[in-house]
Nanobody
């Protein structure tokens, strides 16, 4: 099992940027796929981005492609989500998650560990 703690959320104007962090502990960080999901009020949790092993092994939802970048620092056991050109529709609670294998996944059931979430609010 891995413990995950997100940080970096906040209030930002449309067009602005935020970087979310997810500190991981409890198991070997670099052997598993990681992902970011988000959930807006009244909506289901949705996939945002995922990262597997190896350089360039990433996947993004169409809605964030070209604006968001997922990365990880193995030495710091930390996952990141750089969010640029933010839009009001990006407003949600953002969750990081650790997969149960090294692949990249879009479905939440592939992830066995979740953080508590961090709120991102984008004003128009």
């Amino acid at each position: 099992q891995v413990q995950l703690v997100e940080s970096g959320g906040g209030l930002v104007q449309a067009g602005g940027s935020l970087r979310l962090s997810c500190a991981a502990s409890g198991r070997t960080f670099n052997r598993y796929g990681m992902g970011w999901f988000r959930q807006a009020p009244g909506k289901e949790r949705e996939f945002v981005a995922a990262i597997g092993l190896g350089v360039g092994n990433t996947d993004y939802a169409d809605s964030v492609k070209g604006r968001f970048t997922i990365s990880r620092d193995i030495g710091k056991n930390t996952l990141y989500l750089q969010m640029n050109s933010l839009k009001p529709e990006d407003t949600a609670v953002y969750y990081c998650a650790a997969a149960q294998d090294y692949g990249i996944h879009r479905t939440s059931y592939e992830y066995g560990s979740w953080g508590q979430g961090t709120q991102v609010t984008v004003s128009s």
